[in-house]
T-cell receptor, first 111, second 117 residues
Framework: LAKTTQPISMDSYEGQEVNITCSHN???????ITWYQQFPSQGPRFIIQ???TKVTNEVASLFIPADRKSSTLSLPRVSLSDTAVYYC????????????FGSGTRLSIRP | EAGVVQSPRYKIIEKKQPVAFWCNPI?????LYWYLQNLGQGPELLIR????????DSQLPKDRFSAERLKGVDSTLKIQPAELGDSAVYLC???????????????FGPGTRLTVL
């Protein structure tokens, strides 16, 4: 089982900001948090990764509180093309040597 | 630079037939992964290679599934014989380093959609 918990689905409208929160209560001290995006008929694609506080790139922002037991992916001003499944991941295994995908959050954007 | 290449994109076979999937990772990526993805679910790891060594194959059903990565580059995943429940998308991914490191970005191919009739 994945070490993360996130909502199964979310709906929003074009132009809105969307925040997807992920819980990872058992995150280890050295674990990074990674988010992937998957469109239909494509493989997942890396969006953003962070360790603490805030990370921002051209696609999204990632907010991580001090206790690191959760994280929030923020998508500014979404468009229809942001409709996808979003996965929150933390490493697994004794040596943090792999990641396990859960079911992700299915985000639907409406006009 | 080319991404991860997989072939074929689609495959339809009858049950009990063999099938093989091919993956060419991004040049220079030492780590290669094979995932299985069922409809509505996230990818599930089948096997991970570090160069030519299979370092995690705990989720690979070894009675019918096999994989190889000769010379630490291309990889082939085989199913023999295929069963109805094997219908899924098979994804290949590659990365520079270990999945859990801070540089664990995995690059995925488009996948092979297998239908077993």
């Amino acid at each position: 089982l994945a070490k993360t918990t996130q909502p199964i689905s979310m709906d929003s409208y074009e132009g809105q900001e969307v925040n997807i929160t992920c819980s990872h209560n058992n995150i280890a001290t050295n674990d990074y948090i990674t988010w992937y995006q998957q469109f239909p008929s494509q493989g997942p694609r890396f969006i953003i990764q962070g360790y603490k506080t805030k990370v921002t790139n051209e696609v999204a922002s990632l907010f991580i509180p001090a206790d690191r037991k959760s994280s929030t992916l923020s998508l500014p001003r979404v468009s229809l093309s942001d409709t996808a499944v979003y996965y929150c991941l933390v490493p697994e295994g004794s040596s943090a040597s792999k990641i396990i995908f859960g079911s992700g959050t299915r985000l639907s954007i409406r006009p | 630079e080319a991404g991860v290449v997989q072939s074929p994109r689609y495959k339809i076979i009858e049950k009990k037939q063999p099938v093989a999937f091919w993956c060419n990772p991004i040049s220079g990526h030492n780590t290669l992964y094979w995932y299985l993805q069922n409809l509505g679910q996230g990818p599930e790891l089948l096997i991970r290679y570090e160069n030519e060594e299979a370092v995690d194959d705990s989720q690979l059903p070894k009675d019918r599934f096999s994989a190889e990565r000769l010379k630490g580059v291309d990889s082939t995943l085989k199913i023999q014989p295929a069963e109805l429940g094997d219908s899924a998308v098979y994804l290949c991914a590659s990365s520079l380093g270990l999945a859990g490191s801070s540089y664990n970005e995995q690059f995925f191919g488009p996948g092979t959609r297998l239908t077993v009739l």
